[in-house]
């Protein structure tokens, strides 16, 4: 790297010589009484001081910018590079010199996809510090060292975990004592999910459906034989089929929704959607269950339609179908389910706490991702249920799960809600986070839970003492295009 | 040209920091794959955990000598010194790191001979995803050398605790139902164990690159959740 080229040849190191007899003179000037040695020597170490600082210069200029250069002339073959940088798969070509040196393994060429897969940002940049997935470092230097041809799969996990098959391979280097690999990496995100997503699927619906499905036929028997003449038992045991079979349609519905939510998981949203109108739509859906309940729905947030974010509009409002059936299933009669939306939140604003005391947990945090802008659009839904005791929310959102002590109920869910919820979110890049208090169940002690984050203020405010009001809200956001203008009077939508 | 060129002072630091940043990639694929191994009960897998693990030793060995030996020779100053001590201490935790998952795919190997438990082995996997996403994020951290993202994974670690709070609830209700699970419950009860102690090594990294980056100690209170 540091060997010089032609052209450097009659280059005199003219600093280095001036300065070193300056000092021989500045030491013989100082050791005899002769002072003229000395004044020379001061001025001749002058004059290579400044020499010195171009001749550092120039070695500096001698190392080439570039530690090596492509295999192929790539400039001269223009469309070459045009092309390779055009494909959709990343292709990376990695030099290097030994099989003990990481720090040496340089990536000399990322095309477009390449760049934005790793992060490359620089022209050449040190293969480690883009990746460092051991299986596929290890395939490398066996293509750069060993001049073998190999596929390799390996996984990236963010929020959402992708699947690669990396295929490297040595490529000759004609010009330079480097050795160069090739590095051809294919998505296979798709294929692996839906193999996945198949296998899942098949394990939770065949355990959750059998169920209804045992009670169902549990009750067939009982019709053919003990039960065949008493039109009483008959329609009373039709009914109970009724409700399971509907409940295992439900399950279907359920588990097919989540199904497609997966797949499409990494896949960002394309549309447009706006959170109020969204909302108001489903308070048309809900208004005769709210009323039936003697629940009161009540929403605030922006005027509809002047805040749009990047969305499924369908998914949005089945996120918040979903919490608002939710908030309405817990919920007594004469409570009331608060839903609010606000605009032009930081992440910091959307994961702020609002009810201090109340036992919180992050169950989605949005993965780090460059957003033109970090504003999100907040919606939170509130109950006054019962709560949700701080032990049980770290599996909240896990499928078929039910929090103990919940699954008695008129209207019997799925386990799914919570699930679809998620990764429809996560699909955004948004973020969940669940906020709730509830009242311990009587005679146990709260030993093994976690305390509530006491508010770690600075003044000394004494801990609450008065029980607080159990709720549970779950508060949703979703990242914003842009910042959205507000007239300064934020006004409700509907009080119902 | 000459391959064996006499190493610049610069390139023995970099040589350093790439040797923590591959150490970390095998680290992070050692408690993806024993996690893995648990979820899927796949004992070759774990096998290959076991015994892959002796790298980390020889990667820890290695960085150590290598700062040892610039700490001697080239004698670092200020930043270069800092950045060869955190170096060094990162790579302590990252051989600490391998061990516990080392430990996890041992005791894979031991429960894949009982009855499956898929809840409770669920739990283990999410837990361990998350501790993975932890990791990842503070060597993602250490690799481009930004302090925020470094303190984001510092000032994070309560979500391990609940998890783990959850989890051990979950296996008192097991080992009291059926007391044949008793001896599978409590290997996974030191598996829960492991990857909350993985958790707090991805902590102790990032106090490190504080360390690295700024020079001063990070002496905050950091948030926890008490764990049993």
Sequence with gaps: ?496 | MNPHIVKTYGEELDQLSAEVILMGGLAEAQVADAVEAVARRDVALAQSVITRDHRLDELEKDIERKSIRLIALRQPMAADLRKTVAAMKISTSLERTGDLAKNIAKRAVIISEAEPMSPLTRSIERMGKLVSSRLRDVLDAYRSGKLDMAMTVWSSDTEVDEHYNALFRELLTYMMGDPRTISACTHILFMAKNLERIGDHATNIAEHIHYELTGEDYVEDRPKGTTV
């Design chain 1, 1 to 496: 790297m540091t060997e010089t080229s032609g052209t450097d040849k009659t280059y005199i190191p003219l600093g280095l010589l001036t300065g070193s007899v300056g000092l021989l003179l500045l030491i013989t000037g100082a050791l005899g009484q002769w002072n003229g040695p000395l004044w020379i020597g001061i001025a001749l170490l002058g004059f290579s001081l400044h020499n010195l600082t171009q001749d550092v210069k120039r070695l500096r200029d001698a190392i080439p910018e570039t530690p090596v250069h492509l295999p192929v002339n790539i400039d001269e073959d223009s469309g070459f590079q045009e092309a390779l940088s055009a494909l959709p798969d990343p292709v990376l070509i990695v030099s290097g010199f030994e099989p003990h040196d990481i720090a040496g393994r340089w990536i000399v060429f990322a095309n477009a996809a390449a760049r934005t897969l790793f992060g490359i940002t620089g022209d050449n940049s040190l293969l480690v510090s883009s990746m460092r997935n051991p299986q596929l470092l290890d395939a490398v230097d066996v293509a750069l060292f060993d001049r073998q041809a190999r596929h390799t799969s390996f996984e990236t996990s963010g929020a959402q975990d992708q699947f690669w098959q990396a295929w490297t391979a040595p490529l000759p280097n004609p010009t330079g004592a480097k050795k160069l690999a090739l590095v051809v990496i294919h998505d296979e995100t798709d294929t692996r999910r839906i193999e996945r997503m198949r296998a899942d699927f098949l394990a939770n619906a065949s355990h959750e459906l059998r169920t209804p499905l045992a009670s169902v036929s549990g009750f067939i028997e009982t019709l053919r034989g003990p039960a065949k003449d008493d039109p009483a038992a008959r329609d009373k045991f039709l009914g109970i089929m009724a409700a399971q079979a509907e409940r295992m349609g439900r399950l279907i519905n359920d588990l097919l929704s989540l199904s497609r939510i997966e797949m499409n998981e990494h896949v960002p949203p394309a549309g447009e959607a706006d959170l109020s109108s969204a909302v108001n739509d489903v308070m048309d859906t809900l208004s005769v269950l709210a009323r039936e309940k003697n629940v009161a729905l009540r929403v605030t947030g922006p005027a509809t339609g002047l805040y749009r974010i990047t969305a499924d509009r369908d998914q949005i409002i089945q996120v918040i179908q979903n919490l608002s059936d939710n908030a309405l299933k817990y919920s007594s009669a004469g409570a009331e389910v608060h839903i609010d939306i606000r605009i032009n939140q930081t992440k910091e604003q959307a994961n702020a706490v609002r009810e201090p005391g109340a036992a919180r947990l992050v169950l989605l945090k949005p993965d780090r991702t460059p957003q033109s802008s970090d504003l999100y659009t907040v919606i939170r839904v509130r109950d006054s249920g019962p709560g949700i005791r701080r032990e049980f929310l770290p599996r909240l959102a896990e499928r078929f799960y039910r929090v103990e002590g919940q699954k008695s109920g008129d209207r019997l869910g799925t386990g799914l809600g919570l699930a679809i919820v998620k990764h429809i979110i996560n699909r955004h890049r948004g973020g969940l986070l669940v906020e709730s208090v509830s009242h311990s169940p009587p005679g146990e002690k709260e030993t093994l839970g976690v305390l509530p984050d006491a508010p770690r203020s600075d003044h000394a405010t004494p801990p609450p003492v008065v029980p607080l009001e159990t709720f549970t809200a779950f508060t949703a956001y979703f990242p914003q295009p842009r910042r959205f203008d507000v007239p300064p009077e934020p006004h409700a939508i509907t009080e119902s």
